[in-house]
C-alpha cells in the first residue's frame, strides 16, 4: 500500500480546525518564526533575484509554511492566506525560483528544495500555475532520469548512494505526488514513475542499514556502507516512510531504534560520521520522520518503538549511552532567549508536555540573536547561511516539507484524516468530535480525545471499567460497572459504596472486624485478607551505600520498612555518577585517551578523548595559533595562511619586477622595475642593445629603439623551429622518419608515441582519444578559481578541513574516513585504512597513477592561480592546492622537447614548463559533500591576484605592444 498522496497546504483541503491552543510557549514560537524570516527578507532572500542562491527553494518554502497564527494547531499560511506584503515576497522569489528550474541542470539539493516549494506554491494558490507546473514538470523528469539502481540520488547524477542528496529529493517527491494525483493537476504517467522511485529508494535504505550494535538497531551513513550518523539515519527514516513503510515496518523500526538509543536534540557528535555542520539538517530531517510517523496515527505493535518514547531513555539505562538525552521539562527550563528573562515555570502548560517537538524547538529557539538570525550549535558549524535558517525555521513551523503520508489510501491525508486508519472518503462523524465514525472508540457519544486507558478497544468514556481491560464488558449484576472492577460482584451497586475501604462493597462486606489503616506490621489491619499491602513502599530513603548505590526507596519486608538501593554496582561510563559505586566519579572509563578527530580544522583537528562534565569530548591537542606563512592553518579557522602571504601568494616581499616578461611582483604591471645594465633597453622580457641609427647587427632588427632577434618576430607553428639568422620557421620533423610506437618531437623519435609523451598543440589537450580541443581554452575565471572541464571551480588553496573531510572545489566534503591518521604505505578509504594502491608505481611522463594504474595526468592542462599548485585526489580529480612557498616553474624544453615539471610535477607542453604535479596534498582523499548547499565560498580578498603576462599558446607579447593591446589580462583557466 502506497502511502503517499498530498501536500499538505492544498487550497480548500484543511481539516476543521481542532481546539485552540495558544500558549506561552506557542506564543514565543510564533514570535521566533517571524524573526527569522524578517532576517532573511533583510538580506534579500526572498527578492526577484533571490541573494539565497540554490537555497532559495528552501527559504520560499519557510514563508509558504509559516503558521497562520501562535495557535499550535493553526494551519500554514500558503498563497492563498498569505497578507499582501508577503504575497509579494512570494511573487517575487517564486518567480526566481520558476525561471532556474524550467532549465536548470539536476542537482539533487536544489532540485528537491525547489520541488517541494514550487509544489506548495501551486496547491496553495499560487498565480503563476502555468509557470509553477511547467517547472514541476521539469524538475521531476530531471530526477527521474538521475536516480540509480539503488535507489538513490548523487549531486549531479546518479553516481553515488548518497544519502545526504536522496533525503532532499525524496523530500520534494512527497509534495509533488500531492500535485500529480490532485483532480486540478492530474499526470497519471508521472505519478506511476513517482510510486517506483519512491519505492525503489525504500528498498535502497532497507538494503543498506548497517547494524548498529545496540539491539535491533540500523543505521546509515552519508554513502552507503559509510559510518551511520544522525543526519542520514534520519534520512533513512523519512525515505522509507515516503516510499510506504509504517512504524511497524521492521526496517523503519531498526532505524526509529538507532535513534532512540543515540536521543540528541543538541549535538551530532556523538556517532561516527555526525558531521558538525549538518547539525539543523538533521533536526529537519529527524522532525519531518517522527511528525508523520506521529501523524499516521499507526500504534507501534508490542516489542516496538514508537516516536513517543524516544527521549525517554536515560543515559544509563540500556543499552547504556553516555551521551544520550531525555526530554526537556517544559515547567522546569527557563524562557527561551531572546524571547523574555523569565525563569522556570513560565512555559508550564497542560499543553505543553515534554516530547521531541519541545527539545527541538526550545534548543533552537535559544539559538536565536536579536536580528533573527540562528546561530551554530556549540560545536558545531554550518554550510551556508541561508540553509541553515530554512532549516531551522521549518523545524520550528513543523513543517513537512509540504508532504503528507494516507495510511488508509481514502484520499485524506493523515493530518487531516478523522480516521486515519480505516478508509473513510465521506469522513462522515454522527458525534461531532473529531474523530470519524469508523474508528471512534465511543461511537455516538462525543469523545475527542478517545483516551482508553486500560487498552482493551473501549474508550474510558465508554467503558464500564476503564482502569482494567475487559473488551467484552461484561457485566454480569448489570449495575453499569464491570464484572472485572465490581466490588460486588452479583449484586447491583452502582455506587460502589465501600465504607471501610478494603476493597469488598458494604452490599457484600465479609470482614467481621474493625478495619484499620493497613501498616507494615505483618498483620492484616484492613482486614481485606492480605498482609502489609502498599505500606511504606515508595518513600525515597539513603542506603549508607556511595555513588549510584546510596539512593533508595522504603519497602515493607518481613513486617518491616527497609531501605532498599534503586541500582547495583555497573561498569562506570562517562555521566557524571558513580556507577560502580567505588567514591569515584567517572573514573576507569574504558577507551578515553585515545586519538580522535576534534571536528575543528587545521592544527586543532587531532585530539584525545576524555570525559568532560559527564560527556566523553575530544580535546584537541593544539590550541589556535597565530596564523604564519608556511601552508598551514595555525588559527583553525578553516583558511590556511589568510592575510599573511603576499599578492603572489607566496611567503615574504614580492620583490622587484625585474626584466623577464612577468608580473613578478603580482601588482597587474609587467617589467616595471627593470634591472638591465646601464646602456641596455628592456623590452618584451629582455634587456636588449639600443639601435644604432635605426640599425642593428645581422640576424636583429631594430623595433621601439631595441634590438630584437628576428625570431621573436617570427610565428611559428607548434613545435616548428625558428632560423635565427633569417627569423624562417621549418618543421624540424619533415624528414624525419620514425619507428612504429615512436613519434618525432623537435626533430627527434620519442615514444609512446602518444600526446601524453608529445605534448598537444595550443588550444588542445590531451586525452585517451589523443589531442582534443581543450575546453579551459577561452575561458576565464575569478580570483582563486581554476577552469578544469569547462568551468570554473574553486581552489582548495586556502581550505583546511577537519579530519574525515577532504576539499573538493573549494568545499570541505565528507570522505567517510574517520581515523585520525593512517601509517605510510597505506591511505583512507571510506571508513578505514588500506594499502595504497600506488605507493609502487613509477608511471612515465604524462602520466599519474590513479588507483593503481597509470593513466592520463588530471592536472595536465590545469593552470592553477599563481602560488598553487595541482594534485590528483584518491578518485582521479584534479584540484589546486598551495603549492611551494618559492614554486619551480620547470626549464622550457629545447626546440619542442616537454619541459621539466615544477616541484612534485611533470613536464608540460613542449617548449614550456611543466605544472606542477600530483602530491601529497595533505588531506584525506576522497568525495563526497555535505548538506544542503549552496556551500561557503573562500573570501575573494584573501585569494592571491598574481597574474602572468606569458600564457602558453597567446601570440609574442611585444605584438600586442604593437598594436597598442595591453599586457597584462586576467589569468585564464
Known amino acids: 500500500m502506497n502511502r503517499l498522496v498530498c501536500a499538505l497546504l492544498a487550497v480548500g483541503l484543511w481539516a476543521a480546525p481542532a481546539a485552540a491552543q495558544v500558549t506561552n510557549f506557542s506564543q514565543d514560537v510564533n514570535a521566533a518564526i517571524d524573526a527569522g524570516l524578517a532576517w532573511l527578507d533583510g538580506r534579500g532572500a526572498f527578492n526577484a533575484n533571490s541573494s539565497a542562491g540554490d537555497a532559495a527553494g528552501l527559504v520560499a518554502l519557510a514563508l509558504l509554511e509559516k503558521r497562520q497564527s501562535a495557535d499550535q494547531n493553526a494551519p500554514p499560511i500558503g498563497y492563498a492566506n498569505a497578507n499582501a506584503a508577503d504575497r509579494a515576497r512570494l511573487d517575487a522569489v517564486m518567480g526566481y525560483v520558476i525561471n532556474r528550474s524550467r532549465n536548470a541542470g539536476f542537482y539533487a539539493y536544489r532540485d528537491g528544495a525547489d520541488l517541494m516549494a514550487l509544489s506548495v506554491y501551486l496547491r496553495s494558490g499560487g498565480p503563476n500555475a502555468a509557470g509553477a507546473r511547467a517547472a514541476i514538470n521539469a524538475t521531476f523528469d530531471r530526477i527521474r532520469s538521475n536516480q540509480n539502481n539503488a535507489g538513490y540520488w548523487c549531486y549531479q547524477n546518479g553516481g553515488c548512494n548518497d544519502s545526504s542528496t536522496t533525503q532532499l529529493v525524496m523530500a520534494g517527491l512527497a509534495a509533488a505526488k500531492g500535485v500529480f494525483n490532485s483532480p486540478d493537476f492530474a499526470d497519471a504517467n508521472r505519478l506511476a514513475q513517482l510510486d517506483q522511485m519512491v519505492a525503489r529508494c525504500r528498498q535502497g535504505y532497507a538494503n543498506n542499514g548497517s547494524n548498529g550494535g545496540l539491539g535491533g538497531d540500523k543505521g546509515h551513513g552519508y554513502n552507503a556502507g559509510n559510518a551511520a550518523s544522525y543526519q542520514q539515519t534520519a534520512s533513512g527514516l523519512w525515505g522509507q516512510i515516503i516510499g510506504g513503510g509504517d512504524v511497524n515496518d521492521p526496517n523503519v523500526q531498526a532505524y526509529l531504534k538507532w535513534l532512540y538509543y543515540r536521543y540528541s536534540y543538541t549535538s551530532t557528535a556523538l556517532a561516527n560520521g555526525g558531521w558538525s555542520n549538518s547539525y539543523m539538517y538533521y533536526m529537519w530531517s529527524s522532525a519531518k520522520a517522527y511528525t508523520f510517523l506521529e501523524d499516521s496515527g499507526i500504534a507501534a505493535n508490542a516489542g516496538n518503538v514508537d516516536v513517543s518514547q524516544v527521549g525517554t531513555l536515560p543515559?544509563?539505562?540500556?543499552?547504556?549511552?553516555?551521551?544520550?538525552?531525555?526530554?526537556?521539562?517544559?515547567?522546569?527550563?527557563r524562557r527561551a532567549t531572546p524571547r523574555g528573562n523569565e525563569g522556570p515555570?513560565?512555559?508550564?502548560?497542560?499543553?505543553?508536555?515534554?516530547?521531541?517537538?519541545?527539545?527541538?524547538?526550545?534548543?533552537?529557539?535559544?539559538?536565536?540573536?536579536?536580528?533573527?538570525?540562528?546561530?551554530?550549535?556549540?560545536?558545531?558549524?554550518?554550510w551556508n547561511d541561508y540553509s541553515y535558517q530554512a532549516y531551522a525555521l521549518l523545524v520550528l513551523e513543523r513543517s513537512v516539507g509540504g508532504g503528507c503520508v494516507d495510511t488508509d489510501d481514502d484520499g485524506a491525508c493523515d493530518a487531516e484524516d478523522n480516521c486515519p486508519r480505516v478508509p473513510n472518503p465521506d469522513q462522515a462523524d454522527g458525534d461531532g468530535d473529531g474523530v470519524g465514525d469508523l474508528c471512534d472508540g465511543c461511537p455516538g457519544q462525543a469523545d475527542p480525545d478517545q483516551v482508553d486507558g486500560d487498552r482493551d478497544g473501549r474508550n474510558d468514556a465508554c467503558d464500564n471499567c476503564p482502569a482494567q481491560a475487559n473488551p467484552d464488558q461484561a457485566d454480569g449484576d448489570q449495575d453499569g460497572v464491570g464484572d472485572l472492577c465490581d466490588n460486588c460482584i452479583g449484586q447491583p451497586n452502582p455506587n460502589q459504596s465501600d465504607v471501610d475501604g478494603d476493597g469488598a462493597g458494604d452490599l457484600c462486606d465479609a470482614c467481621n472486624g474493625d478495619p484499620q489503616p493497613e501498616v507494615c506490621d505483618a498483620l492484616d489491619n484492613d482486614c481485606d485478607g492480605t498482609v502489609?499491602?502498599?505500606?511504606?513502599?515508595?518513600?525515597?530513603?539513603?542506603?549508607?551505600?556511595?555513588?549510584?548505590?546510596?539512593?533508595?526507596?522504603?519497602?515493607?519486608?518481613?513486617?518491616?520498612?527497609?531501605?532498599?538501593?534503586?541500582?547495583?554496582p555497573s561498569p562506570e561510563v562517562c555521566d557524571g555518577l558513580d556507577n560502580d559505586c567505588d567514591g569515584a566519579v567517572d573514573n576507569d572509563i574504558l577507551g578515553l585517551g585515545e586519538p580522535c578527530a576534534t571536528?575543528?580544522?587545521?592544527?586543532?583537528?587531532?585530539?584525545?578523548?576524555?570525559?568532560?562534565g559527564g560527556f566523553i569530548q575530544c580535546n584537541s591537542d593544539n590550541d589556535p595559533a597565530a596564523e604564519r606563512c608556511n601552508g598551514a592553518d595555525d588559527d583553525c579557522d578553516g583558511r590556511v595562511d589568510e592575510e599573511v602571504r603576499n599578492a603572489c601568494g607566496a611567503c615574504g616581499d614580492a620583490g622587484l619586477d625585474g626584466c623577464d616578461g612577468l608580473d613578478n611582483d603580482c601588482d597587474g604591471q609587467i617589467d616595471e622595475d627593470p634591472d638591465c645594465p646601464a646602456g641596455r633597453i628592456c623590452l618584451e622580457g629582455a634587456c636588449r642593445n639600443p639601435c644604432v641609427n635605426l640599425e642593428c647587427p645581422g640576424g636583429q632588427r631594430c623595433v621601439e629603439g631595441a634590438c630584437v632577434d628576428l625570431c621573436d618576430l617570427a610565428d611559428c607553428a607548434p613545435g616548428w623551429r625558428c632560423d635565427p639568422q633569417n627569423g624562417q620557421c621549418s618543421d624540424p620533423c619533415a624528414a624525419v622518419s620514425c619507428d612504429e610506437g615512436e613519434a618525432c618531437v623537435d626533430g627527434a623519435c620519442v615514444g609512446p608515441d602518444d600526446c601524453a609523451a608529445a605534448g598537444c598543440p595550443n588550444g588542445q589537450r590531451c586525452s585517451a582519444d589523443g589531442c582534443v580541443p581543450d575546453p579551459c581554452a577561452d575561458i576565464e575565471c575569478e580570483i582563486g578559481q581554476f577552469c578544469r572541464g569547462g568551468r570554473c571551480v574553486d581552489s582548495c588553496a586556502n581550505i583546511a578541513c577537519p579530519f574525515g573531510e577532504a576539499c573538493v572545489d573549494g568545499v570541505c566534503q565528507a570522505t567517510g574516513c574517520a581515523e585520525v591518521s593512517c601509517p605510510d604505505g597505506e591511505v583512507c578509504a571510506e571508513a578505514g585504512c588500506t594499502a595504497d594502491p600506488c605507493a609502487d608505481v613509477d608511471c612515465p611522463a604524462g602520466n599519474a597513477c590513479i588507483d593503481g594504474a597509470c593513466e592520463l595526468d588530471p592536472c595536465a592542462g590545469i593552470d592553477c592561480p599563481p602560488g598553487q599548485r595541482c594534485y590528483v585526489t584518491g578518485e582521479g580529480l584534479a584540484q589546486c592546492e598551495w603549492g611551494d612557498v618559492e614554486p619551480d616553474p620547470g626549464a622550457g624544453g629545447q626546440g619542442g622537447e616537454p619541459g621539466a615539471g615544477g616541484a612534485g610535477g611533470m613536464g608540460g607542453q613542449p617548449g614550456a614548463g611543466g605544472a606542477g604535479g600530483s602530491a601529497d596534498s595533505g588531506v584525506i582523499p576522497g568525495g563526497g559533500a555535505g548538506d544542503m548547499g549552496p556551500d561557503a565560498q573562500p573570501d575573494p580578498a584573501e585569494v592571491s591576484c598574481a597574474c602572468r603576462a606569458d600564457q602558453g599558446g597567446d601570440p609574442l607579447p611585444w605584438l600586442a605592444l604593437l598594436f597598442g593591446l595591453p599586457l597584462v589580462r586576467r589569468r585564464r583557466r
Open 345 to 382: 515555570g513560565y512555559y508550564q502548560d497542560i499543553r505543553e508536555l515534554p516530547r521531541w517537538y519541545f527539545d527541538y524547538a526550545y534548543t533552537i529557539m535559544n539559538l536565536q540573536s536579536g536580528n533573527g538570525q540562528f546561530g551554530n550549535m556549540a560545536g558545531h558549524s554550518r
Open 599 to 612: 571536528g575543528l580544522p587545521g592544527a586543532c583537528r587531532e585530539g584525545r578523548s576524555l570525559c568532560l
Open 315 to 333: 543515559a544509563n539505562q540500556n543499552p547504556a549511552v553516555g551521551q544520550r538525552q531525555v526530554h526537556l521539562d517544559p515547567a522546569a527550563v
Open 532 to 568: 502489609d499491602e502498599d505500606v511504606g513502599a515508595g518513600e525515597a530513603c539513603e542506603t549508607g551505600g556511595i555513588g549510584a548505590c546510596a539512593s533508595g526507596h522504603q519497602v515493607c519486608r518481613d513486617g518491616g520498612l527497609v531501605c532498599e538501593a534503586d541500582a547495583v
